[in-house]
């Protein structure tokens, strides 16, 4: 019998799963095969980090097998959705730094990922939409995946973010072209581009608007 999952189980069970520990949630997930020591690693790297983490990185982990692996990935996977997604109702942006906090999920992501919020007239957040996943690139990123969602939505105005996995914000020159290329389409449908938002490491960003680059 394992000691440290039945334990684990008995936590989870007796008080729930807000007061049980992370560790003892992740000896929950993997099973009767569950050790300290490793449940003790992968807690250590903290919620935000084991979402991050794919299959095939999470069975790098000494006693980590396929379907381990893929209960932790879906589990925390669904938590790190669920906290994108799931931010308060009528959030306003009044700022680029509130919208740098409602893109703040972004910095733990190991990929780019361009995602759009789409606002009322009294700038609060309607819906906010994965567009594109992967490197950003002005002939592949095209206007009409974010402004077709707008006009669905009758959004008075978007604002799109996406992240550098690298940690360095600075916005490139592909950046700076999808930008005023999404700027000019919101011109002519008349939804306004309110700012680009570029998402870097330890909470820190670069407003396109601020830039001048709208």
Known sequence: ???HYELAKEELSFY???NTSLQNILAVLIGP???PSITGELSGLGVDRLATLSIEELKKF??????AAKRINSAFGLAFKIRKFSKKENYTI???????DYFSDLEQAEQEYLDAIYLNTKNAVISRKNIFKGSLNASIVHPREVFKEAVRLSA???IVAHNHPSGDPTPSKEDIDVTKRLASTGKVLGIELLDHIVIGAKSDYVSLKEKKSI
């Open 33 to 35: 095969k569950a050790s």
């Open 16 to 18: 729930g799963n807000e």
């Open 1 to 3: 019998m394992n000691d």
């Open 94 to 100: 009044r700022s680029p730094q509130d919208a740098a």
């Open 156 to 158: 008075a105005s978007v």
């Open 62 to 67: 000494q006693g980590i097998g396929e379907t």
